[in-house]
T-cell receptor
Framework: EAQVTQNPRYLITVTGKKLTVTCSQN?????MSWYRQDPGLGLRQIYY???????DKGDVPEGYKVSRKEKRNFPLILESPSPNQTSLYFC?????????????FGEGSRLTVL | AQSVTQLGSHVSVSEGALVLLRCNYS??????LFWYVQYPNQGLQLLLK??????LVKGINGFEAEFKKSETSFHLTKPSAHMSDAAEYFC????????????FGQGTELSVKP
């Protein structure tokens, strides 16, 4: 089954404790992206990757890191999480850049930073 | 900077009534436009997309949207609402010449009353 898998789905952590949210897709997609969803703000793009070893900042990259060493994986790293990073995070992928095709989304990772 | 605005964070309709969800974009050059839907506790899925081939775009589940350049709008409609249409709907835009970016609106929550 074609899917985007995120882990963990739920996480409660404390300020400053490094964490990684993994994202994996099994569709051989070149493009992957991370978004955060906050009430009243919609989804905001954090980082995106057009292909392996190619990453670019989205609109809200501060406090986050990403890497794209393999085509299927695109982990999101919070080196020193802060409470303002409490949010619902989505990973997405597509065969080409978004304007040429459909974005497939994972089910989301709800992160709480205390 | 390119942006997209959804008018109305909550819309409530009766079952069988017309659904109209509004979206306006800011751009001097027509961008690529999308509508995504998010059902409770799920990721987003594509409803329809406009890529300049036709101004009236038909999507899944009976939804359609019309691109109006003169009004910089891309409103989503469905002639007859069904209870299963209750969800949050997001308008999104890929700015011209920035294919890696996908900018979402704030979202509109649609409620359908029996």
């Amino acid at each position: 089954e074609a899917q985007v898998t995120q882990n963990p789905r739920y996480l409660i952590t404390v300020t400053g404790k490094k964490l990684t949210v993994t994202c994996s897709q099994n569709m051989n997609h070149e493009y992957m992206s991370w978004y955060r969803q906050d009430p009243g703000l919609g989804l905001r793009q954090i980082y995106y990757s057009m292909n392996v070893e190619v990453t670019d900042k989205g609109d809200v990259p501060e406090g986050y890191k990403v890497s794209r060493k393999e085509k299927r994986n695109f982990p999101l790293i919070l080196e020193s999480p802060s409470p303002n990073q409490t949010s619902l995070y989505f990973c997405a992928s597509s065969r080409g850049i978004p304007n040429t095709g459909e974005l497939f989304f994972g089910e989301g990772s709800r992160l709480t930073v205390l | 900077a390119q942006s997209v605005t959804q008018l109305g964070s909550h819309v409530s309709v009766s079952e069988g009534a017309l659904v109209l969800l509004r979206c306006n974009y800011s751009s001097s050059v027509p961008p690529y436009l999308f509508w995504y839907v998010q059902y409770p506790n799920q990721g987003l899925q594509l409803l329809l997309k406009y890529t300049s081939a036709a101004t009236l775009v038909k999507g899944i589940n009976g939804f359609e949207a019309e691109f109006k350049k003169s009004e910089t709008s891309f409103h989503l409609t469905k002639p007859s609402a069904h209870m299963s249409d209750a969800a949050e709907y997001f308008c999104a835009v890929t700015p011209y010449n920035q294919g890696g970016k996908l900018i979402f609106g704030q979202g509109t929550e649609l409620s359908v009353k029996p």
